[in-house]
């Protein structure tokens, strides 16, 4: 069974520019997340799909990023514009669902961002 | 939200044993516990779902005490694969944020020789 996939795996742009990242998730898995990883940290939650709807986004900095979800399958993050501080491995996760099963989720390789 | 775990890092020897806690605030549903590999996709050990649960992975297991909103990671006799950074993943039984966790900073084990 192929993995989350990510790309790129690394990006280094100059602040204030805009970038994206993109996931395609585990096959048949309805829930997608994306996190933020700053260095020396854990993962902190961004936004969460089921489907192709958000379920939370609590997190997410709206002014500057935004995420979408087409079709309920691959997703795509963007920031815009960037600031120093958005420095951070971005991983995106997926699982499926099932309200009393395990809850497991698997990440993908991440995109390590460096903002100059 | 944000559980807490500690220590913080521990270096082990190989074949010694290593206890990390993860502690939380708020009432819990359930617990995760991840392992990442500097530069590499946390990866899902195991999780815990009912209060006073333990589980067992090879020589890894964990508990739950669901009372003190506390679980425990025990690595026993410790391989050199085991190193990398440890993250609990909790969630609270009032979130409203489906199945999404809220991690911990992470415990740094390094196993040598």
């Known amino acids: 069974e192929a993995g989350v996939a990510q790309s790129p795996r690394y990006k280094i742009i100059e602040k204030r520019q805009s970038v994206a990242f993109w996931c395609n998730p585990i096959?048949?898995?309805?829930?997608l997340y994306w996190y933020q990883q700053i260095l020396g940290q854990g993962p902190k939650l961004l936004i969460q799909f089921q489907n192709n709807g958000v379920v939370d986004d609590s997190q997410l900095p709206k002014d500057r990023f935004s995420a979408e979800r087409l079709k309920g399958v691959d997703s795509t993050l963007k920031i815009q514009p960037a600031k120093l501080e958005d420095s951070a491995v971005y991983l995106c996760?997926?699982?499926?669902?099932?309200?009393?099963?395990?809850?497991?989720?698997?990440f993908g390789p991440g995109t390590r961002l460096t903002v100059l | 939200q944000q559980p807490v775990q500690s220590p913080q890092a521990v270096i082990l020897r190989e074949g010694e044993d290593a206890v990390i806690n993860c502690s939380s605030s708020k009432a819990l549903y359930s617990v995760h516990w991840y392992r990442q590999k500097h530069g590499e996709a946390p990866v899902f050990l195991m999780i815990l779902l009912k209060g006073g649960e333990q589980k067992g992975h090879e020589k890894i297991s964990a508990s739950f005490n669901e009372k003190k909103q506390q679980s425990s990671l025990y690595l026993t006799a410790s391989q050199l694969s085991y190193s990398g950074t440890y993250f609990c993943g909790t969630r609270s039984r009032n979130s409203n944020s489906g199945y999404a966790l809220n991690f911990g900073k992470g415990t740094s084990l390094l196993v040598t020789p």
């Open positions: 096959s048949g898995h309805a829930t």
């Open positions: 996760a997926s699982n499926h669902i099932i309200r009393t099963g395990r809850g497991e989720q698997f």
